[in-house]
């Protein structure tokens, strides 16, 4: 929805060294990029003007942009205390991941900030997923989602906080209380902190 100057583009694709052939490759990308978003019965939705390029399409038919919808969506249900609401928001936000965000665009300037945004966000929705799982009585069905978040991302504190209440939830005091134990070490040795409340 907003223009993107050719300069810009030029920058976030090849940062302080572009070929001498920047802007015709470009065109030629912007090129392609009509053809493969071409919307049978539509105008087009990659738009040049004075200032640049803009794509004028629906925010729902951009995964980022969509994703934040219904995230938003989500926080608003569980700020009502609709758990059930805010569970399938997030459940439909968190599916329209494929894999590591901008992975196909990595080497790209713009990419590894952008990336870092929305993986953050992306974590976010799974926390408050399970959020809103564990308010639903779901226990016993997050134990090996959030065993499999701590192992892949083991300084989170808050995975593992989820984790033990999961645990303690399901019956299993003694291996919430290992939980504790294991992050409390980690968190130690790994960032010289104690674990939060």
């Known amino acids: 929805g907003h223009s993107v100057m050719m300069s810009e583009l030029i920058d976030d694709l090849w940062g302080g060294s572009p070929p001498g052939s920047a802007g015709h490759t470009i065109e030629t990308y912007v090129s392609r990029l009509r053809r493969v978003l071409h919307l049978e019965g539509q105008p087009g939705v990659l738009v040049a003007n004075r200032s640049g390029y803009r794509l004028d399409v629906a925010p729902e038919r951009v995964d980022a942009l969509h994703f934040g919808e219904l995230a938003a969506l989500s926080r608003a249900a569980l700020k009502r205390g609709d ?55 779901q226990h016993r069905e997050v134990v090996s989602e959030l065993e499999r978040a701590v192992a892949l991302d083991p300084n989170r504190e808050r995975f593992h906080a989820q984790l033990m209440v999961a645990l303690y939830r399901s019956g299993r005091q003694a291996d919430a209380l290992t939980v504790f134990q294991e992050a409390r070490t980690r968190l130690g040795e790994d960032l010289g902190l104690e674990p939060g409340r």
């Open 83 to 137: 758990a059930p609401t805010a569970a399938g928001f997030l459940s439909a936000a968190l599916a329209l991941w494929r894999g590591a965000a901008l992975a196909d665009v990595r080497d790209s300037a713009f990419a590894p900030i952008a990336a870092r945004r929305l993986e953050s966000d992306r974590l976010a929705a799974f926390e408050s997923l399970i959020d809103a799982r564990l308010v639903l009585g």
